[in-house]
Structure formats: structure tokens, C-alpha cells
């Protein structure tokens, strides 16, 4: 919705913006793919040929959160129009419908076994045409739309996340007041009220630092609050997983089931340690930043 409304022309707003706020219909990015390393995205291989007045997509696709959703209408794809340009200048993003000829939606993606109601698909693209009012931006502008578009995706990754670090520590406390071992509840053990307390000042500390991120991003912008952006993205996930682990060791066997929502929540969690760029090219960015304040103190060669 984000790419609609900054870079949408009247008529996907219309036609797509529109709806996707009413809730009427979905929609899909298709960025990833299987054969190039995605966590860089000038790897990103489909291509995009014009051709008179259209384009011609091929290309594979996966991982396209949403793709499998019975109202999922439209995809915003992202692929190369010009291999010789700039490294960040080769990419373009097209709006394509999810019904055009040429498209195929190959598969849903289980994560750990577990199927999303809404799919995260693999896609074939095989001779799709786009027409060229379809390009979003302009060509050579889908590096700069995908930097746009994921400041507030990833913020809200992270709100999601300190949700489900608030219900598995309650999960936790719960349990662990209620079951009994070696004569005294497992609350009364030193290392379970270690991991409740650790739990509580960690969720404290996302929370604000997801505050001052949103904050930064209403005052600022997206891109003077990239450091936040990244840090939140990092550190809200890998918080979040360590105390829903910590709840699953509470519940014991159970944990590992499906008669509790932790197993499952950890699955989604985990996945988030990916989705929307991986924890390493994060950190790779926020060390940048930092680097840069004493570039001055690098030998010269
Ligand atoms: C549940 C889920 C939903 C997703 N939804 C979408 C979606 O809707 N649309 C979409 O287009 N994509 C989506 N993705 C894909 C996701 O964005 C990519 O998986 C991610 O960007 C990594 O790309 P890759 O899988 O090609 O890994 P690769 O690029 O092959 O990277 C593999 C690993 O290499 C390591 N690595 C990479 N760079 C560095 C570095 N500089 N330093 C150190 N280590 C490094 C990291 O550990 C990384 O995980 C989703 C993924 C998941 C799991």
C-alpha cells in the first residue's frame, strides 16, 4: 500500500490503492528469487524487455507474502530493465495483475511445515506483457521505491513481535506458577525469574527503541531513521524468539506442540530473522553508519 500511495498513479490508485484500504483485495511484492542471492538486491535477474509501448517480463519468483490469498489481485514485481546501467539504476518495479498471461503461481511455501493462510508463493513469470504505464516511478527507480517501501514494513514487524513477546511471557509467568516441581511451583526457581525479568527490561527496551524509530520516521523520514529502522528490525525478532524459546522450556513437552500457540510463534518469528533483509545485512548497514563518523582515522593508501 505504501508503494501505491507515494508512487501510484491516479488509476492504480484508484484501481488498486482503493480497494487494498477498504480490504476488498490484496496484493503482493515479488522481489526474491530462488537463483540469486536477493539479500542484494542488485543480484535481482528477471528481466524486463521493452518492447513497443510494453514490457516483457521473465523471470522466477518466491516468497511473495500474500501471492496466495483468495483476494490477492496485484503484484508490484521487481526485476532488471537496463543490466548496463548504474548497479543501482538497472532495477525496475511494474505493476502486474496477478491474473495477466504469463503468470503462474507455482507454489505456496511451507515455513517449518506450517502453511500461511495468506501463501508466500513461488511465481513464474514466462513472456509477460506490462505496459509501460505500468512502471512505477520510471525505470531504473525500483532500488529507490524498495528502499521507500520498507521502512514501514519492517517497523511493523516489529510491533507484531513485542505483541508476542507480551503473550509468551504471560504464557510463561502463567505456567510457571501453575506447575509443580520438586515440591514448589517452577516460578519459585532463581533462573525462571532470571528469564521473567530479562524478559520484561528486553520487551521494555524494543518497545521504546520502536517508539523512538516510529518517532524518527513521523519527524524525520525514513531515511534519516535507517539506523532505528535496522536496529529495530534486529533486535525485535531475535528478542522476541529468545523469550518465546524461553516459554516453550517452561511449558516442557508441551511447548513443542500445537496445543499451545508457541511452537507456531516461533516459526513466524524465526522467519522474521529474513523476511525483509536478513539480520547480518542490517547490522552491515548500521556498522556503515557508524564506520563513517571516523573515516577520517582510515589510512590512506
Ligand atoms: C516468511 C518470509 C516471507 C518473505 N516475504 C517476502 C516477500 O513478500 N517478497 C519478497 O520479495 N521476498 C520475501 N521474502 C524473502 C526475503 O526477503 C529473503 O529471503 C531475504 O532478503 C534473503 O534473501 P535470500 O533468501 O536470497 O538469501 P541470500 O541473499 O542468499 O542470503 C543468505 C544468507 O547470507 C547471509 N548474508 C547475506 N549478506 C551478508 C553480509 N553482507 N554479511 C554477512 N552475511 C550475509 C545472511 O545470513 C543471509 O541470510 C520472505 C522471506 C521469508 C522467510
Not at 490477492?72 to 525496475?92: E, F, N, W, Y
Not at 513472456?127 to 521502512?151: M, N, T, Y
Not at 506458577?177 to 514448589?184: E, I, L, P, W, Y
Request: neutral net charge.
Amino acid at each position: 500500500m505504501e508503494v501505491f500511495t507515494l508512487f501510484g498513479t491516479d488509476e492504480h490508485k484508484e484501481k488498486y490503492l482503493k480497494p487494498l484500504l477498504d480490504g476488498t483485495i490484496r496484493s503482493a511484492f515479488a522481489m526474491t528469487e530462488p537463483d540469486v542471492a536477493s539479500s542484494d538486491a542488485t543480484n535481482i535477474e528477471m528481466s524486463m524487455v521493452r518492447d513497443g509501448d510494453d514490457y516483457v517480463l521473465n523471470g522466477r519468483k518466491w516468497f511473495a507474502s500474500n501471492a496466495m490469498h483468495k483476494n490477492c489481485r496485484v503484484l508490484i514485481v521487481m526485476g532488471k530493465t537496463d543490466p548496463a546501467a548504474a548497479p543501482h539504476r538497472q532495477q525496475s518495479m511494474m505493476v502486474v495483475p496477478i491474473d495477466a498471461p504469463g503468470v503462474t503461481v507455482v507454489r505456496n511455501l511451507p515455513v517449518f511445515g506450517y502453511h500461511d493462510r495468506e501463501g508466500h508463493a513461488e511465481i513464474l513469470f514466462e513472456d509477460v506483457r506490462v505496459p509501460s504505464k505500468d512502471v512505477l516511478k520510471g525505470e531504473g527507480e525500483g532500488f529507490a521505491i524498495s528502499q521507500a517501501r520498507l521502512g514501514p514494513g519492517r517497523i511493523h514487524h516489529c510491533m507484531r513481535a513485542i505483541g508476542v513477546s507480551e503473550r509468551a511471557l504471560e504464557l510463561l509467568c502463567r505456567r510457571a506458577q501453575s506447575r509443580v516441581t520438586f515440591g514448589k511451583p517452577v516460578a519459585d526457581n532463581a533462573n525462571i525469574q532470571d528469564w521473567i525479568a530479562e524478559a520484561r527490561i528486553e520487551i521494555e527496551m524494543i518497545r521504546l527503541l520502536t517508539l523512538k524509530t516510529a518517532y524518527l520516521m513521523d519527524t524525520v523520514g525514513n531515511k534519516e531513521a535507517r539506523t532505528e529502522i535496522a536496529a529495530i528490525k534486529v533486535a525485535g525478532p531475535n528478542i522476541a524468539l529468545k523469550i518465546v524459546d524461553r516459554a516453550i522450556q517452561v511449558h516442557g513437552g508441551g511447548g513443542v506442540t500445537d496445543d499451545f500457540p508457541l511452537a507456531m510463534a516461533y516459526a513466524h518469528l524465526r522467519t522474521l530473522r529474513l523476511a525483509d533483509g536478513p539480520d547480518e545485512v542490517h547490522k552491515r548497514a548500521i556498522a556503515k553508519q557508524e564506520l563513517r563518523k571516523y573515516r577520517d582515522l582510515r589510512p590512506t593508501s
